[in-house]
Nanobody, 126 residues
Framework: QVQLVESGGGLVQAGGSLRLSCVASGRTFSSYPMGWFRQAPGKEREFVAYISWSGGSTYYSDSVKGRFTISRDNAKNTLYLQMNSLKPEDTAVYYC???????????????????WGQGTQVTVSS
């Protein structure tokens, strides 16, 4: 079992920044690749960013590439998403997720991740 709790969402003006955090507990955090997803009202949950178990490899959706940075601190069992140059279209509920499948590799599909946080709302005003 892996438990994930997100925090850091809020209301920000376009062009601003937010840093999301996701604290993991349960099974060893450092063993699993992690991802961030988001879901806007009336839309499907979409992939945002991926980070490998060691933090040495990352991957981003085209919509956030160059603006968002995913990172992790395994000693603190924490995943981060630094969001800069925010746009109104970034407005969504953001979820962190853990992928416990083997082998440990890049996965971007919603149904390829096993554990999910409760989500944190990010609202970007224009």
């Amino acid at each position: 079992q892996v438990q994930l709790v997100e925090s850091g969402g809020g209301l920000v003006q376009a062009g601003g920044s937010l840093r999301l955090s996701c604290v993991a507990s349960g099974r060893t955090f450092s063993s699993y690749p992690m991802g961030w997803f988001r879901q806007a009202p009336g839309k499907e949950r979409e992939f945002v960013a991926y980070i490998s178990w060691s933090g040495g490899s990352t991957y981003y959706s085209d919509s956030v590439k160059g603006r968002f940075t995913i990172s992790r601190d395994n000693a603190k069992n924490t995943l981060y998403l630094q969001m800069n140059s925010l746009k109104p279209e970034d407005t969504a509920v953001y979820y962190c997720a853990a992928d416990t499948r083997l082998p440990r590799t890049l996965r971007t599909g919603r149904y390829e991740y096993d554990y999910w946080g409760q989500g944190t709302q990010v609202t970007v005003s224009s």
